[in-house]
């Protein structure tokens, strides 16, 4: 059919007459909550463009851009110009993308112009480029006024770019309604997030689904650091500090609830990008700056992406997923205030809460009642070999900070082999089936008792070991007539109990004190993936670091903090000190002996708390050897065990950790003392330890003439004042809140920490650690 060349003519009813003449009419945007009474159309494509006259039909995209119906038939319409262009970008599209080829998606992510705020000291007006433009990075950073690039910007003689007013349509990005109208998900081009995201849909998590893919160069690859991962990868569980990119975390809802209801897109872009940014290289802030020249995507949307990224970037650091460790803060995150902290305790949470306040431009003060750094954390140094006496294994290294910051540092941590092999008290190899079916059933009853436990209350709350015997003795009892002699040989069940002492050394207590409700409720939250590692140089190479430069009062006890004014005052054995802040890391034995008094008092439910949690106990005994006599038997393996030969020996010495110090030539062995071994050893010296303990050795290495060692140690954490515990347990009775009560602050003056104030990570000097930084964190959003 013929078209008429005539013109089309308005309908009156679409006319916005409001300072308009019926010769020049308007028509507003239809969208329900749209504020644009003349929107203006921004792809000026068609030759039949309407501009901000009238059209039959406007297309919104947000409150500031629109495209018109002329426009929109210019590249939807098979007999148009625009439409081979459109039909090309719809193919690739949805070869790549996992939403629909749309006009508008086409339009946000190929036709809409590029915005850029100028650089200029004392400007930082946006401006619109020229479509024709592309955005790089390098043109970000070095962008002012006046460039001939800028759309509709006439360069004058003697006229200063900056002094032209800003486009009006800048404000709509200020809206209350902006989040509500905006249809525009920003599309980033060239993103560093690109190669760790190839696995997912390029839209789904704010990138363009037509950009050609992305490798890393080989400087970028040299600065990642294997212990960053910030993607989830495959289907494996959630880990701590690991994100879905194209999922807002629980955290990431709360703190933002608008922009997940309305654009969640928008912040999944901008996340993931700033955690690339990090996994490229940790050794440097992810600042703002760094962000802004790696936002590149087409629209008013770039505008409200650098107006949310602080936002963004603040509550990623907050929680721990970016600016982790050693890493120095921008002079612009910097406190400036003449407000002071004290620190009580120089362990892994006091150490590292003066750090964070230290690099933050904080007055901190540590008092350590030792004569050392470190708190449960000391390394001793023996014929050239580094020896921990306290914890020396990295549980998970995917995104732990003691992890990073080891890299940060320079610090080399190995792989610990999780493999053990099994010895029985006839010095006889366990035989690997029997190993693995004794843990498959020692792991099934554990996840008995969690079925039964769901829905249960703390009055029925009874110790592990008696649900663990109940459910393992019906277990055999309603299998006996399935086998002729027995399901399990005494062989098997000495090995459960090799498992089961395995998991008192985890908790620091015996069974028989632990809960059977809440033991492990820390596991309902992420925890860190990876490998085991060990640090060599020991935790306290990690702990020195964080230390440098730091005001630490050594043999400084505290006896009492008053808080009762508007500073805090600590008094010490060697004088008092005052402060705005006290942050309080003594350990949980320590809290409950009241070696140190509060004025006022402690609130009554932090008390309580403070009680219900169970002090645990671990002694170590350490044996330093001139030969290794061992790596015959236990080939390809870096731990052994030996089967207990009955209850009563679970506990002692159950497990040796093996390690050798090249440069000396030294062997070393460690093991540990826990539950029912503990009260076995109690009362006897340290020389009748370490001959119990090699009575073992000689009972697994019946063959060996096995030497006495050159060296050895047995600790005593239980009777150290300062200490007092290994690390804390949830006992019978007690629930996980405790640890969320004791890491209440008090006014606001008096800040908790420690792993026993550390909920998903008790136990763990990387809990404690994280507690300090937490605290740290509170009082830096304070200061500032």
Same mark, same amino acid.
């Given at each position: 059919?013929?078209?008429s060349?005539r013109?089309?003519?308005p309908?009156?009813k679409?006319?916005n007459k409001?300072g308009t003449s019926p010769e020049?009419p308007?028509?507003? +945007?239809?969208r329900?909550?749209?504020t644009? =009474?003349?929107?203006?159309?921004?792809?000026r494509?068609?030759?039949r463009c =309407?501009?901000s006259?009238?059209?039959?039909?406007w297309y919104?995209?947000t409150?500031?851009?629109h495209?018109c119906?002329?426009?929109f038939?210019?590249y939807y319409?098979s007999?148009?110009?625009?439409?081979?262009?459109?039909?090309?970008w719809?193919?690739e599209?949805?070869a790549k993308?996992r939403?629909?080829?749309g006009?508008s998606?086409f339009?946000?992510e190929?036709?809409?112009?590029?915005?850029?705020?100028?650089k200029a000291?004392?400007?930082g007006?946006?401006r619109q480029?020229?479509?024709?433009?592309n955005?790089?990075p390098?043109f970000?950073?070095t962008?002012? +006024?006046g460039?001939?690039s800028?759309?509709?910007?006439?360069k004058?003689?003697k006229?200063?770019?900056?002094?032209i007013?800003?486009?009006?349509r800048?404000h709509y990005v200020?809206?209350?309604?902006w989040?509500?109208?905006?249809?525009?998900?920003p599309?980033?081009?060239k993103?560093?997030?690109?190669p760790f995201?190839t696995s997912?849909?390029a839209?789904?998590?704010?990138l363009?689904p037509?950009?050609?893919?992305?490798?890393?160069?080989?400087?970028?690859?040299?600065k990642?650091?294997p212990?960053v991962v910030?993607?989830?990868?495959g289907?494996?569980?959630l880990?701590a500090?690991?994100?879905?990119?194209?999922?807002m975390?629980d955290?990431e809802i709360d703190s933002?609830?608008?922009?997940a209801q309305?654009c969640p897109y928008?912040?999944?872009?901008?996340?993931?990008?700033i955690l690339a940014l990090w996994?490229?290289?940790p050794?440097?802030?992810?600042?703002q700056?760094k962000c802004?020249r790696?936002?590149i995507c087409?629209?008013?949307?770039?505008?409200s992406?650098?107006?949310?990224l602080?936002?963004?970037l603040?509550?990623l650091t907050y929680h721990?997923?970016?600016n982790?460790?050693l890493v120095?803060?921008p002079?612009?995150?910097?406190?400036?205030?003449?407000?002071?902290?004290?620190?009580?305790?120089a362990?892994?949470?006091?150490?590292?809460a003066a750090h964070l306040l230290?690099s933050h431009?904080v007055q901190v003060t540590?008092?350590e009642?030792?004569?050392?750094?470190?708190?449960?954390?000391?390394?001793i140094?023996?014929?050239?070999?580094?020896?921990s006496?306290?914890?020396?294994?990295?549980?998970? +290294?995917?995104?732990?900070?003691i992890?990073?910051?080891?890299?940060?540092?320079?610090i080399?941590?190995?792989?610990?082999k999780?493999?053990?092999?099994?010895?029985n008290?006839?010095g006889?190899?366990?035989d690997?089936?029997?190993d693995r079916?004794?843990?498959?059933?020692?792991?099934?009853i !554990?996840?008995?008792?969690?079925?039964w436990?769901k829905?249960?209350t703390?009055?029925?709350?009874?110790?592990l070991?008696?649900k663990v015997?109940?459910f393992?003795?019906?277990?055999?009892?309603?299998t006996?007539?399935?086998?002729s002699?027995?399901l399990?040989s005494q062989e098997?069940e000495?090995?459960?109990?090799f498992y089961l002492?395995n998991l008192?050394?985890?908790?620091?207590?015996s069974?028989?004190?632990?809960?059977?409700?809440h033991w492990?409720?820390?596991e309902?939250?992420?925890?860190f993936?990876?490998s085991?590692?060990?640090?060599p140089?020991?935790y306290g190479?990690?702990?020195s670091?964080l230390?440098?430069g730091?005001?630490?009062?050594?043999?400084?006890?505290?006896?009492d903090?008053?808080?009762n004014?508007s500073s805090?005052?600590?008094?010490?054995?060697?004088g008092s000190?005052?402060?705005?802040?006290?942050?309080? =890391? !003594?350990?949980?034995?320590?809290l409950?002996?009241?070696?140190?008094t509060?004025?006022?008092?402690?609130p009554?439910?932090?008390?309580?708390?403070?009680?219900?949690l169970g002090?645990?106990?671990v002694?170590?005994?350490i044996?330093?050897?001139?030969?290794?006599f061992?790596s015959?038997k236990?080939t390809?393996q870096r !731990?052994?065990?030996?089967?207990?030969?009955?209850?009563s020996?679970r506990g002692?010495?159950n497990?040796?950790?093996?390690?050798?110090?090249?440069?000396s030539?030294?062997?070393?062995l460690?093991?540990y003392?826990?539950?029912?071994?503990l009260?076995q050893?109690?009362?006897?010296?340290?020389?009748?330890?370490v001959?119990?303990?090699m009575?073992?050795l000689?009972t697994?290495f019946p063959?060996?003439?096995?030497?006495a060692?050159?060296?050895?140690?047995?600790?005593n954490?239980s009777?150290d004042?300062?200490?007092?515990?290994?690390?804390?347990?949830i006992p019978?009775?007690?629930e996980g809140?405790?640890?969320?009560l004791?890491?209440d602050?008090?006014?606001?003056?008096?800040?908790f920490?420690?792993?026993?104030?550390?909920?998903q990570?008790?136990? =763990?000097?990387?809990?404690?650690?994280?507690?300090?930084v937490?605290?740290?964190?509170k009082?830096?959003?304070l200061?500032?």
């Amino acid at each position: 059919m013929k078209r008429s060349s005539r013109p089309v003519k308005p309908n009156s009813k679409y006319f916005n007459k409001c300072g308009t003449s019926p010769e020049d009419p308007k028509r507003k +945007c239809e969208r329900s909550g749209c504020t644009a =009474t003349v929107p203006i159309c921004f792809a000026r494509v068609s030759d039949r463009c =309407t501009g901000s006259g009238w059209t039959s039909r406007w297309y919104h995209l947000t409150l500031g851009e629109h495209y018109c119906n002329e426009c929109f038939e210019y590249y939807y319409r098979s007999h148009k110009d625009g439409y081979k262009e459109y039909d090309q970008w719809k193919r690739e599209w949805s070869a790549k993308a996992r939403t629909e080829a749309g006009i508008s998606p086409f339009m946000v992510e190929q036709i809409l112009p590029y915005w850029v705020q100028c650089k200029a000291v004392g400007c930082g007006k946006w401006r619109q480029l020229s479509r024709d433009l592309n955005l790089t990075p390098e043109f970000i950073d070095t962008f002012v +006024c006046g460039r001939p690039s800028v759309q509709g910007q006439i360069k004058k003689e003697k006229q200063d770019g900056c002094s032209i007013p800003e486009d009006e349509r800048v404000h709509y990005v200020r809206s209350p309604l902006w989040l509500v109208q905006n249809k525009c998900t920003p599309f980033l081009k060239k993103s560093p997030a690109a190669p760790f995201l190839t696995s997912y849909y390029a839209d789904g998590v704010g990138l363009s689904p037509t950009e050609d893919p992305v490798e890393l160069s080989k400087e970028d690859k040299k600065k990642l650091c294997p212990y960053v991962v910030p993607f989830l990868k495959g289907d494996y569980p959630l880990h701590a500090f690991t994100v879905m990119p194209d999922m807002m975390l629980d955290m990431e809802i709360d703190s933002f609830p608008l922009i997940a209801q309305e654009c969640p897109y928008l912040y999944l872009a901008m996340r993931n990008l700033i955690l690339a940014l990090w996994a490229l290289n940790p050794k440097e802030w992810v600042t703002q700056e760094k962000c802004m020249r790696h936002i590149i995507c087409r629209g008013l949307p770039r505008v409200s992406c650098i107006d949310i990224l602080p936002q963004i970037l603040s509550a990623l650091t907050y929680h721990n997923f970016i600016n982790q460790g050693l890493v120095t803060p921008p002079a612009s995150l910097r406190c400036h205030t003449q407000e002071s902290v004290i620190v009580v305790g120089a362990g892994a949470s006091g150490v590292g809460a003066a750090h964070l306040l230290h690099s933050h431009g904080v007055q901190v003060t540590v008092l350590e009642a030792k004569s050392m750094l470190g708190g449960r954390v000391n390394d001793i140094e023996i014929n050239g070999a580094v020896i921990s006496t306290s914890g020396q294994l990295l549980n998970g +290294c995917a995104n732990n900070p003691i992890a990073i910051i080891a890299f940060q540092a320079g610090i080399d941590i190995e792989e610990q082999k999780n493999t053990c092999q099994l010895v029985n008290q006839h010095g006889q190899l366990v035989d690997d089936k029997i190993d693995r079916r004794m843990e498959f059933h020692y792991n099934a009853i !554990l996840d008995i008792v969690s079925e039964w436990r769901k829905n249960k209350t703390i009055q029925q709350d009874v110790p592990l070991i008696q649900k663990v015997k109940e459910f393992h003795e019906e277990f055999v009892t309603e299998t006996q007539g399935y086998f002729s002699q027995g399901l399990f040989s005494q062989e098997e069940e000495q090995v459960m109990d090799f498992y089961l002492s395995n998991l008192e050394y985890s908790c620091g207590c015996s069974l028989s004190q632990l809960s059977s409700l809440h033991w492990d409720q820390n596991e309902e939250m992420p925890q860190f993936g990876g490998s085991t590692m060990t640090i060599p140089q020991g935790y306290g190479s990690i702990l020195s670091k964080l230390a440098e430069g730091l005001d630490v009062r050594y043999s400084c006890q505290v006896t009492d903090i008053n808080y009762n004014g508007s500073s805090v005052i600590v008094n010490t054995t060697t004088g008092s000190f005052t402060a705005d802040k006290v942050i309080v =890391t !003594l350990p949980l034995s320590v809290l409950k002996s009241h070696s140190v008094t509060f004025h006022p008092h402690l609130p009554q439910a932090k008390l309580k708390a403070i009680n219900s949690l169970g002090v645990g106990h671990v002694e170590k005994v350490i044996l330093q050897f001139d030969e290794n006599f061992w790596s015959e038997k236990i080939t390809g393996q870096r !731990l052994f065990g030996q089967v207990p030969a009955s209850e009563s020996q679970r506990g002692l010495f159950n497990t040796f950790y093996p390690s050798s110090c090249t440069k000396s030539g030294k062997h070393t062995l460690s093991t540990y003392i826990v539950g029912h071994g503990l009260k076995q050893m109690a009362g006897q010296s340290e020389e009748q330890i370490v001959q119990a303990c090699m009575q073992v050795l000689k009972t697994i290495f019946p063959e060996k003439n096995i030497p006495a060692p050159v060296w050895s140690h047995v600790t005593n954490w239980s009777k150290d004042k300062y200490v007092g515990i290994a690390y804390s347990y949830i006992p019978v009775g007690a629930e996980g809140v405790n640890y969320d009560l004791i890491a209440d602050n008090i006014e606001e003056k008096v800040y908790f920490a420690g792993e026993a104030t550390n909920r998903q990570f008790p136990q =763990t000097v990387t809990g404690a650690y994280l507690s300090g930084v937490r605290e740290a964190r509170k009082i830096i959003d304070l200061f500032s």
